[in-house]
């Protein structure tokens, strides 16, 4: 099942339901998936067939009405415990906590992310497998008349009601409309976890309750009457702990999480995993495996020794005071500041709703409080009884990010709480950037003249995998896999998973390969259609037991093969083991490639015709053994010049993509892509004898004058450059060194050059010094350069 074009994996197992939105049709993207290789569809209007010859079309009524039923009929195909979870908050932290709890007793199919809608709920339900003996499905609603729906489709046999609070008030009559409405979901379950330490809550689930008995109401709270009774719960150093009284038997937990919303969700999880029949003996051991998820909230370095929380993902008054809670556990600075929008689709009055927040804010002071929106701006009246010291009120966030530099933010804590309509990550991105005035800045017409140089020696039919791990050389990853996106490259390589993960989550479609696949990171590989290297039998068998848990057949894989760099890959004599993995039906494979050794140096041309020999051979024994071809590469950036036979199927193209021929075979005509440019800082004069820099190995044999450069070894520059040995270009000379280099400074003799200002610039490598010529000064090559400059430079790209 696809609804998303940009999420498809497997084109030829795939059936697309065209849905209809507000703002975008699903028809739009038919013409674009049956160019992938989607030949069936769900859709809700006629469409003409002359260009879609071989496609099957079912045209239905309605698209996502279909959706629905059929993830029903399948439902009813398995016997499961089936965990329904709604709630206002902390659904999706109830869920992955739980899958975390009950991995290792269970075969588990959750939700994927937040699949909790109309939409959600169906795909999540439909990767319910013969395999799984247990589902935890979320459900979310934001009107009346959606939870009916979502009921049939996932037919919980217990269920868990989180909280309620003010999200999607506008969308019902009451408080007690929306809990009535979410109860729908556990009409026909067996029981129903709950907190009754909220009293409308519990108060609506008991005259629920009473006309429907069937479920068995397990709830969790201070009272006694509680069917697990929270005797007591202290706060020490992060940690809490917690007495309980459960079925007359007395219980101590510790869970490694102070804040209220951890704690009550920590205590959910454990009331599910008693009614599963955990033994309570074994509570403790698996709380101890709870890691902390990162969701929507994040903590990061703000500015002027600041920390910024940012939750700019909802605004309700139960979010607000689980963030509000979370900001009190941060320690780092005494002083708080709440940046807070307009608390939108309530259903209630501003006076009610903006009263409730400054009862909040007494209950969590902060010294500052910045309102972003129409009601806050004229709701200052309301918060005269906060206890707040400093209040600050804007219109719109364009009206607050333009006083920005005149609202002092230092040594304090910054809580970011917004409606997403309000767009504050743009002040999260102004409240979290780093000031440096050293820069990268990237030549993205150079990158697409470099990759047309090797297009024009390459085969027409020879595919290209450009390589942009290590944040593309240093250059940054999605502006550059943006470009390549659009000069059509084929593959996209990068190192690690989290590089895939990026890319995915800025927008980029194109295939990606994981080279170095960690078996700790399988998971989002399915998640964001990555599709990983795959080296030794011991990953392939982990992969293997994913796919399985996940109901997935023919993942696309690339394998390895050892012929010579001995460093990872299989050996001639594994291959027979691996092909037997390989049939089982789990896999399909993309390619198979190696790695060459030196293909840049004509000294080991003989051994590069080796290790070409030794791939073909094993290529060979695998494409004769799984009937089906696959895609061979083994050139790289050198090797595409030096050895042009090499070339096969497909090349990875590397540093030769960011201006560096490392034949150095002067065939090519490149333009490096990264200028490197720092300024002057200060201008000292030094007389004879006075020394520079950490442990004064810098002398002024003469009277001198140096410069302090905004760069130092942290932002990449190598410490071996000092004293001498490194130079930079500034007023038409190489100026060089003079001293040891620095964290984040580095110092440079300017003597006889007049003209030099403090605030000048200063290239350190580009267009009259070139990275590979720094590279050798400092004894290393141009990739360890390129990819070593730190993330705190900033980087500018252009064309």
């Not at 709870?290 to 309700?316: C, F, Q, W």
């Not at 002083?335 to 006076?351: A, F, M, V």
């Not at 392939?540 to 993942?555: D, G, H, N, P, V």
């Not at 050996?571 to 037997?580: D, R, Y």
């Amino acid at each position: 099942m696809l609804t998303d074009s940009r999420r498809l994996i497997y084109p030829d197992t795939t059936l697309f339901f065209a849905l209809y939105g507000k703002r975008r049709e699903g028809h739009e993207f038919i013409p674009d998936l049956y160019l992938r290789g989607v030949r069936n569809f769900i859709i809700y209007q006629p469409v003409s067939t002359d260009d879609y010859s071989d496609a099957n079309f079912i045209l239905v009524k309605d698209s996502l009405r279909a959706l629905q039923l059929l993830a029903t009929f399948h439902r009813q195909q398995y016997d499961l415990p089936v965990v329904g979870i709604t709630g206002s908050n902390g659904k999706t932290i109830v869920k992955e906590w739980l899958n975390q709890l009950l991995e290792d007793k269970y075969r588990i199919v959750r939700s994927p992310r937040s699949f909790n809608s109309q939409i959600g709920v169906p795909l999540s339900v439909w990767q319910i497998a013969e395999r799984h003996n247990l589902a935890l499905i979320e459900a979310g609603i934001s009107r009346m008349d959606e939870m009916k729906v979502l009921e049939e489709i996932i037919q919980p046999t217990m269920g868990v009601f989180t909280n309620i609070g003010e999200a999607h008030d506008q969308g019902f009559e009451n408080t007690q409309t929306k809990i009535l409405e979410k109860l729908m979901l556990f009409s026909h379950s067996s029981a129903l976890i709950y907190s009754a330490d909220q009293p409308e809550l519990e108060k609506v689930i008991l005259a629920w309750h009473f006309l429907h008995p069937s479920p068995e109401l397990i709830s969790i709270g201070k009272n006694k009457e509680a069917t697990i009774h929270v005797k007591k719960i202290e706060k020490q150093h992060g940690r809490s702990f917690i007495s309980l009284n459960y079925k007359n038997e007395k219980l101590e937990l510790e869970i490694g999480f102070e804040d209220d919303a951890s704690i009550q969700n920590a205590l959910t999880c454990a009331a599910v995993m008693l009614h599963l029949l955990v033994p309570a003996s074994q509570l403790q051991e698996r709380l101890n495996r709870l890691n902390p998820l990162a969701m929507r909230m994040e903590l990061k370095t703000g500015i002027n020794h600041s920390s910024v929380v940012n939750d700019s993902y909802s605004a309700d008054i139960s979010s607000l005071k689980m963030a509000l809670d979370f900001l009190f556990q941060q320690k780092q600075h005494a002083k708080r500041t709440l940046i807070l929008s307009d608390i939108l689709e309530s259903g209630r009055k501003p006076q009610t709703l903006y009263k409730e927040v400054a009862a909040l804010l007494k209950k969590y002071p902060v010294d500052r409080l910045i309102g972003v929106g129409e009601q806050l701006s004229v709701s200052d009246l309301f918060f005269s009884d906060s206890g707040v010291k400093e209040k600050i009120f804007f219109k719109t966030t364009d009206d607050l990010l333009n006083a920005l530099p005149r609202l002092e933010f230092r040594d304090e804590t910054i809580l970011l709480k917004g409606a997403r309509i309000y767009g504050f990550e743009r002040i999260d991105q102004m409240l979290s950037l780093q000031v440096h005035e050293t820069l990268l800045e990237v030549n993205l017409e150079a990158m697409a003249q470099n990759l047309k140089q090797y297009q024009q020696i390459l085969r027409p039919t020879t595919k290209i995998m450009a390589m942009v791990k290590a944040f593309s050389y240093g250059t940054g990853g999605f502006e550059i896999a943006r470009l390549l996106e659009f000069h059509k490259v084929d593959y996209l390589g990068v190192a690690y998973v989290d590089e895939g993960v990026s890319l995915r989550k800025a927008g980029i479609r194109l295939p990606i390969v994981v080279m170095n696949t960690e078996e700790t990171a399988l998971a989002p590989l399915i998640e964001w259609q990555l599709e990983p290297v795959i080296y030794s039998l011991r990953g392939l068998s982990a992969l293997q037991k994913l796919l399985r848990q996940e109901a997935i057949q023919l993942f696309p894989v690339h394998i390895e093969l050892e012929t010579g760099m001995n460093r990872l890959g299989f050996s001639p004599g594994q291959i027979p083991e691996l092909l037997e993995l390989l049939q089982t039906g789990d896999f399909r494979v993309q390619s198979v490639f190696s790695h060459l050794a030196a293909s840049e140096e004509a000294q080991q041309d003989d051994f590069t015709q080796k290790q070409f020999e030794s791939y073909q051979s094993m290529a060979e024994r695998m494409k004769d053994s799984l009937g089906y071809p696959f895609i061979r590469h083994i050139s790289n950036s050198a090797g595409i010049v030096r050895n042009p036979a090499l070339q096969l199927d497909m090349v990875r193209l590397g540093i030769g993509l960011y201006g560096i021929d490392p034949a150095v075979s002067g065939l090519l005509d490149l333009k490096e892509v990264g200028v490197l440019k720092t300024t002057i800082a200060q201008i000292k004069e030094l007389t004879a004898g006075e020394t520079v820099g950490y442990n004064r190995r810098g002398v002024a044999d003469r009277g001198m004058k140096i410069g302090t450069l905004r760069l130092g070894y942290a932002d990449g520059y190598p410490r071996s450059l000092g004293n001498g040995i490194g130079k930079v270009w500034y007023k038409g000379r190489l100026v060089p060194t003079i001293g040891n280099i620095c964290m984040d400074m580095m110092m440079v003799d300017l003597s006889g050059i007049s003209e030099a200002r403090e605030g000048d610039e200063v290239l350190i490598f580009g267009n009259e010094l070139s990275v590979a010529e720094l590279a050798s000064w400092a004894g290393t090559i141009a990739y360890d350069i390129l990819a070593g400059i730190s993330q705190r430079v900033k980087r500018v790209y252009f064309e």
